[in-house]
């Protein structure tokens, strides 16, 4: 046996966002991609690799980030991920169509002296603008290799693999560019890098002296905490802060408009004014303009938002509801009968109910319940994605969501949990901070699912009227704005405000957006199967071992007393963590009728419903959120719901007791 002993280069993919970063990642390690999260993180991570000939080349795609300063998760992700993991090689995808925008992160990945390679993406895009890009020029104004591309049709890909061995080998040498500021900023830039390099040696083991230099002038939290924390840190940091008054005195501006004006200037005078040119002027608006400015528009656009919206949870929950439908008669008719039929007679009653009433059920319940909804969601996602309308939506929905703490993007997720609250849960990961994504996933646990919406048509729409039943919607909506704008208050720190780009609208390619969307579908069922499995086998653990009536009567105090509801009530309740509809069908068999009007009132019936739809969330969404949250933070969500819930049921309970219903 010949055993092939392959080189090894690691490569970093580093670009802005919607510049084609993830189609040049799916071309180049296809199916053998990993995706998970970074360690003690919720941004998502995605690594792969391929083999060329003699070498196996590593790929991890970072996250798609504006600059390398500390606005985002993502941005300390990427920058710290270059500075710890040393790549052999980071390949900065940048979108030909907007040079001047993403040479600003070229210029900090100079900066921060990684090992570059330019992926000119989007080649075809600038084309059609009349932009002529002069590529050998750029690459010796750069030192570094510049590879023309346009990635959704594979082009150029060959040639950027090729070119990444030959750097790695060092068939081509690279000479980065030199970033050179005006003299006044220059002069403190320099000054500032040598004390650091003798007062702070440590710290630029790590990283580059003069890149320290840089971010502590801007004024970058990450860097300047590291600093304080050094015993010389202080000294270092009153001596930039000197020259940080001095500079604004002299320009008359923040400092971090300083950097950014001097790092504009370079990419405008030394590098597009020698290499973009303009073929031809554009005679009338192109179709994405067109389409920007009524997606934008004041009026317009939220019509537009509405319809968009509509049909988003239309597809979800009609496509959803097809597919569970569908996914449910397959294995309730087809397969279930004969696995029972089966098990019963090789397995004892107990065992029985227990393989198949949890471990089965559990495994039927993430393709029956989970799949159905993810799948469209994320499909639709991907499309939205990739054409380019979400920065628009946010953009419309930003002044609305700063009342309570979050800013446009957050609009959502919040709208995808009225289909499903498992993707809006993991739709949380679209916000940058940390604060963000805990408040908008405490908020999407709240909004009332399809399955939740089984049980307020079901037995408020049914038994007392439909305009009750959508009444409880407007309080349901009432509740979340109102607990948004209480942990806006109590969570420390302040809301992010939206900066993201308007990217082109473009046309969506299917083989980008079904990789994409299978990727998403992947991890989650790798993540939350084992979850919702286990919590399948612990309830049909309590059914086999006739702990109903047990954990009934010790409920009743809460049930009975606070709640006044029936006792028995209670054991739905349970049952709705693992399905949300099942509380109805559940009290419904217990009550051995399907007409609750004969065992309950019209009161009871409000304080059920209003409980289910605050209560616990399902174990599919305590599986998204402990994805994505982690398991402290899904166990303070699930507790918060299970309070707020009982409390409003008490309070629904006692305000119609007090006025005499």
């Not at 030394?270 to 389409?291: C, G, H, M, P, Y």
Request: with cysteine; net charge neutral.
């Amino acid at each position: 046996m010949v055993y092939m002993f392959r080189k090894r280069i690691n490569v970093a993919l580093a670009g802005q966002p919607n510049v084609g970063k993830s189609v040049i990642f799916n071309n180049l390690v296809g199916g053998s991609q990993i995706v998970g999260n970074w360690p003690g993180k919720t941004v998502e991570k995605a690594e792969g690799k391929l083999i060329y000939g003699d070498y196996e080349i590593n790929v991890i795609d970072l996250p798609g980030i504006y600059s390398l300063s500390t606005y985002s998760e993502e941005e300390i992700i990427a920058r710290e991920y270059i500075v710890s993991a040393k790549p052999d090689i980071v390949v900065n995808v940048v979108d030909a169509s907007v040079l001047e925008r993403n040479l600003y992160l070229t210029l900090q990945l100079f900066e921060l002296n990684a090992p570059l390679i330019i992926a000119l993406n989007l080649m075809d895009v600038a084309q059609s603008k009349g932009l002529r890009i002069d590529v050998e020029k750029l690459s010796r104004i750069l030192g570094v290799p510049v590879i023309p591309m346009i990635a959704v049709t594979g082009s150029g890909i060959d040639k950027l693999v090729k070119t990444i061995v030959d750097v790695f080998e060092g068939r081509i040498r690279l000479s980065p560019f030199k970033v050179r500021y005006g003299r006044e900023v220059e002069e403190k830039v320099s000054i500032i890098a040598k004390i650091v390099e003798r007062y702070l040696p440590n710290l630029c083991s790590k990283y580059p002296s003069r890149w320290i230099s840089i971010k502590l002038l801007e004024r970058d939290d990450h860097v300047l905490r590291m600093v304080s924390e050094l015993y010389e840190g202080k000294v270092v940091l009153l001596l930039v802060q000197e020259f940080i008054e001095e500079l604004e005195k002299i320009h008359g501006e923040s400092i971090t408009s300083i950097i950014s004006s001097e790092r504009y200037g370079i990419i405008n005078r030394d590098i597009l004014a020698n290499v973009q040119f303009i073929e031809k002027e554009a005679i009338r608006l192109s179709l994405s303009d067109r389409l920007n400015y009524w997606t934008t528009h004041p009026i317009i656009g939220y019509l537009i938002l509405v319809l968009v919206f509509f049909g988003i949870f239309y597809f979800i929950f009609i496509g959803g509801s097809f597919l569970e439908s569908l996914l449910d008669y397959i294995f309730d008719e087809v397969f279930m009968p004969q696995i029972s039929s089966l098990l019963s007679y090789h397995l004892p009653e107990p065992l029985y109910g227990i393989i198949v009433g949890g471990l089965i059920n559990g495994f039927i319940a993430v393709l029956t319940i989970s799949l159905p909804y993810i799948l469209p969601f994320y499909f639709i996602l991907s499309i939205l994605e990739d054409t380019g309308y979400m920065p628009r939506a946010a953009y419309l929905m930003d002044a609305f969501m700063h009342r309570i703490g979050l800013h446009g993007k957050a609009f959502l997720p919040l709208m995808l949990g009225y289909g499903c609250n498992v993707p809006a849960c993991l739709g949380c990961r679209i916000m940058e901070s940390d604060r963000e994504k805990f408040l908008l996933s405490f908020l999407v646990v709240l909004i009332p699912c399809s399955a939740r919406t089984v049980v307020i048509l079901g037995i408020v729409g049914r038994y007392i009227g439909l305009i009750y039943g959508l009444l409880l919607y407007v309080v349901n909506i009432f509740v979340v704005i109102l607990i948004g704008l209480l942990l806006n208050k109590v969570l420390p720190g302040c809301p992010v405000g939206l900066i993201m780009e308007m990217p082109d609208y473009r046309k969506p390619f299917v083989k980008a957006i079904l990789i994409k969307t299978w990727r998403r579908v992947e991890s989650f069922l790798y993540e939350a199967s084992p979850l919702i499995v286990v919590g399948s086998v612990i309830l049909s653990l309590i059914y086999q071992l006739n702990l109903v009536e047990p954990i009934s009567y010790i409920m009743s105090p809460l049930i009975s007393g606070l709640l006044g509801l029936p006792i028995i009530a209670g054991f739905p309740l349970i049952f709705g963590i693992l399905r949300k509809e099942l509380a109805l069908i559940m009290l419904e068999e217990l009550f051995g009728s399907s007409d609750l009007r004969m065992f309950m009132t019209f009161k009871q019936m409000l304080v059920f419903t209003i409980t289910v739809m605050f209560f616990i969330p399902c174990v599919a969404t305590i599986a998204a959120c402990v994805r994505e949250e982690g398991w402290k933070r899904a166990t303070l969500i699930s507790l918060f719901t299970v309070i707020l819930s009982i409390f409003l049921g008490w309070l629904t309970n006692l305000s119609l007791t007090l006025i005499g219903l």
